[in-house]
């Protein structure tokens, strides 16, 4: 190739968008054209990220990030021979579709239509070489069909079941919120104050898998903060049961049953506590022999308690609760305990009811000391004073424990729990945090409960012909307090005609999260229209190599996917019990301020923008630069700038060098190229994009200051490096200037360049009467190709300076080992 002195200008709005249109045409990336076959475990790439929610403010560069580097990874295990399965599709159900349907009217089915479409041809824009062939969108019936189906063999299983229950709910939103929606007691969506609310609601019984889903943990590669965290999210704990008999002869139960973790403390119970919902309480009510001013006092704090979330009573500093009247008897030692009804006691965990230790559980302390209760203490540290000041909470030895003195907290454990089993009071627990998943919601733009009612008001299933259940349209949006869905007048005619009259549907869609948790076996049998995905499709591309998430997913999406991994294998659909094999976590973009980026904050980046402005290799590359993927980083719109001027040098790098075959690369780029190579191969697993793009950065600089050091080969090689990073440009040199004759796209990339093509260089020192004054850095082939003389004048002109008014008297040279001088 003739080097070029003019060439054209550095515009890739002149080319993106021609290669866009080029690609699509020839389905580059489709499944459908290449991928069919022969695909096994170990040469198959499920990469994935997990699908977004079309908002209507668009693409934002969180997504950017996340997209671009599972694109990066995708372009390369394609080139490497991999079969890779990279779809996409879209969370398009849900609350702010809705909300934003209330504000102006406009149903969210035509909003959602209208944010893919955005989202679409954005993220399209900036090149992710997605396999569109797949593409699903959970509000489509195609999709919420199997939704519905998976809810009827939940159903049938036993698996989602309906029961009155205590749920958050937000008086302004109208509607149910989950544990995680509720943040400081206060709606998540609009800051109201959340109170509970009983209701009939839908469950699916996931702590059915319990077990599994802890011990599953350990298939995943995963960091292990995030493990903990859903471990925590299950709550296993292993303690003991402990009846301790009621002293009053009216009551029945006889008997109150709390469960404990520290049964060694048993010494130290100044206090019992039950939660306001249990079941004593409303026998207490009941009561004849309570005295009615008691009553009272309970009655008001019972009400006032269950209007506070759960959240609200479990974070709370503030411990309250009244005296119920009613006394214990501790079986260890027969003190007659009070008991007293406390809002901190939950009732959806152990058995709704405590034996309190102040002495050694900080919120039993609190709470005794704000109502005058004793702390007795009955552990002591190992190794220091007891600090009577403050519970201690830790494991030490017991003290003023009979049964357990000075034993440590390990074996008095023990000991105590065999006791109080042995004597009939006691018995061995495993309790779990993890309930059952609540998945009704009394919202319109969801998946229908695929339930009718008969008249009598017991549930059925909607029959499997009659799916999908579709959703209603003619809907008022406004929230009343009771499903949207009832508003409809089709919906309900429907249930009629098809059930008979008096019948009616159920009226709550479901939680959103029940779609994604299974759109990852939906992707791969995309129109099966007989079922949810074949086992064929399921067992070729499942499990999910890569998934990467938001930090926001560690709790509940990953645990409701697995749960659903699980029924579906179950079902003898899948034969893997774990649905993701590697899970990562992008780091989060902060705008300029270094702030988390908000519109009210006035801090957020338009990607859109940055493409018109530098085009969509710049922002890839860029946010791949920004610093570890893993980690949360500000924009920087100069270091945007400092990327766009080295794709520039690249551009002109490539049209004004001398790249032909007689070009010998010099050992400096090879060096370099070779580099880049190897932190490809090695970091692009390890999601180490940034320093890859700094070895691209400094082979470029090299190459910069001399240019005509690289061979058409290795030129092609560097560019195939780039083109995982920056698709286009790298595409525009090599069909231009390089006159590549397929899509760069579609090339081998060789990840043994080093070893198969890096050329090793002799070093020779160079002595002056014995003394080294320099070296012969030469690679092998050219070294072939010198003759002694040749070699010894080079070697003359390196040490000139030792060599100056002087004469040479002898020349001594000893092949490929030393030059010395004799002066
Ligand atoms: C006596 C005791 C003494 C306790 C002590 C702790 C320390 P984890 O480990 O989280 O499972 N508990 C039991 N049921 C409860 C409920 N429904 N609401 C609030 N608290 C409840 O915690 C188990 C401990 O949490 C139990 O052990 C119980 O307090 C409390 F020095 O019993 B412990």
Not at 245 to 265: E, G, H, M, Q, S
Not at 478 to 484: A, C, F, H, I, V
Not at 667 to 686: C, H, P, Q, T, W
Request: glycine content about 6%; some cysteine.
């Amino acid at each position: 190739m003739q080097k070029k002195s003019s060439y054209p200008e550095f515009s890739p709005s002149l080319y993106e968008e021609k290669w866009l249109k080029n690609w699509e045409k020839s389905q580059l990336f489709n499944r459908k054209t290449y991928l069919q076959k022969n695909v096994n475990s170990d040469n198959k790439k499920y990469l994935l990220f997990a699908f977004a929610y079309p908002s209507g403010s668009g693409l934002h560069v969180g997504h950017v990030l996340s997209k671009t580097a599972l694109d990066i990874l995708a372009r390369y295990y394609r080139s490497i021979g991999k079969k890779v399965f990279f779809p996409v599709g879209w969370d398009a159900f849900g609350l702010p579709a809705e909300n934003y349907a209330i504000k102006t009217g406009i149903h969210p089915a035509i909003t959602t239509k209208k944010a893919i479409d955005t989202f679409r041809q954005q993220v399209k824009r900036i090149g992710i070489s997605y396999d569109w062939s797949t593409e699903i969108a959970t509000s489509h019936p195609n999709y919420y069909k199997w939704t519905q189906w998976f809810f009827l063999e939940l159903y049938k299983k036993g698996l989602a079941y309906k029961k009155e229950a205590p749920v958050n709910w937000c008086p302004s939103c109208k509607t149910v919120l989950a544990n995680e929606q509720v943040i400081n007691g206060l709606c998540e969506r609009c800051d109201s104050e959340v109170i509970q609310k009983n209701m009939s609601q839908w469950f699916f019984k996931i702590t059915h898998y319990v077990e599994e889903l802890i011990s599953g943990l350990d298939e995943i590669d995963w960091y292990d903060f995030a493990k903990k965290q859903q471990l925590n999210w299950i709550g296993k704990s292993e303690g003991v049961e402990i009846s301790f008999k009621i002293l009053n002869k009216y009551i029945t139960p006889k008997t109150l049953k709390v469960f404990t973790t520290r049964p060694d403390t048993i010494y130290g119970v100044t206090f019992m506590a039950v939660s306001p919902e249990h079941p004593l309480v409303k026998k207490i009510l009941k009561s004849k022999n309570i005295p009615k001013n008691v009553k009272q006092h309970i009655s008001k704090y019972v009400t006032k308690s269950l209007k506070k979330s759960e959240e609200q009573r479990k974070i709370s500093k503030e411990k309250t609760g009244v005296f119920s009247g009613l006394y214990v008897e501790n079986p260890i030692n027969k003190e007659k305990i009070p008991i007293w009804i406390a809002d901190y006691v939950l009732y959806g965990y152990g058995t709704g009811a405590i034996m309190a230790v102040p002495a050694h559980d900080e919120r039993d302390y609190l709470f005794a000391k704000k109502y005058n209760l004793p702390v007795k203490y009955v552990v002591k540290p190992l190794n220091s004073n007891l600090d009577t000041e403050k519970p201690f909470e830790s494991a030490g030895i017991s003290i003023n424990s009979p049964l357990i003195e000075n034993l440590k907290t390990k074996q008095a454990i023990k000991y105590i729990a065999k006791y109080l089993t042995k004597k009939g009071i006691g018995k061995i627990k495993t309790t779990y945090k993890l309930r059952d998943w609540l998945v009704s919601r009394q919202r319109y733009w969801g998946t229908p409960i695929p339930i009718v009612y008969d008249p009598k008001g017991n549930p059925h299933p909607v029959k499997k012909e009659h799916l999908p259940w579709l959703l209603p349209e003619d809907v008022d949006f406004k929230p009343t307090g009771e499903s949207p869905l009832k508003s409809s007048k089709e919906f309900k005619e429907r249930t009629e005609k098809l059930y008979g009259k008096g019948w009616r549907p159920e009226y709550d869609t479901m939680d959103t999260f029940v779609d994604s948790s299974w759109y990852f076996m939906r992707y791969t049998d995309p129109y099966n229209d007989k079922k949810f995905a074949s086992k064929t499709q399921l067992n070729k591309w499942m499990p999910i190599d890569l998934y990467i998430i938001g930090p926001e997913h560690i709790v509940l999406h990953l645990l409701y996917s697995r749960f659903f991994t699980k029924f579906a294998r179950d079902l003898g659909y899948l034969n893997i019990n774990e649905p993701v094999k590697k899970i990562r976590h992008q780091g989060m973009i902060l705008g300029p301020d270094h702030k988390k980026m908000s519109k009210s904050k006035g801090n957020t980046i338009n990607p859109d923008i940055v493409v018109k402005k530098y085009g969509a290799d710049t922002l890839r590359i860029y946010e791949m630069f920004m610093g570890p993927f893993e980690s949360d980083k500000p924009w920087d719109d100069r270091s945007v700038q400092g990327v766009y001027r080295f794709l520039s040098k690249v551009w002109r790098l490539y049209h004004t060098s001398e790249l032909n075959s007689r070009t010998i690369t010099s050992k400096e780029l090879l060096f370099a190229l070779s580099d880049v190579v190897s932190n490809i191969n090695y970091g692009l697993e390890r999601l180490s994009f940034n320093t890859i793009v700094a070895s691209m950065m400094s082979f470029v600089n090299l190459w910069g200051k001399n240019i005509n050091s690289l061979s058409y080969k290795d030129s092609v090689v560097f560019l195939k490096s780039l083109s995982f990073f920056a698709p286009f440009i790298s595409e525009e040199i090599y069909r231009g200037v390089l006159k590549g004759s397929k899509s760069i796209h579609s090339i081998p990339f060789d990840v043994n360049y080093k070893v198969d093509s890096f050329e090793r260089s002799v070093v020779i020192p160079i002595q002056v009467n014995g003394k080294v004054r320099g070296s012969l850095d030469i690679l092998e082939s050219k070294l072939e190709s010198l003759n002694e003389t040749e070699i010894i004048k080079l070697a003359q002109s390196k040490v000139k300076k030792y060599l100056e008014g002087s004469r040479i008297l002898k020349t001594v040279y000893v092949p490929n080992k030393i030059v010395n001088f004799v002066v």
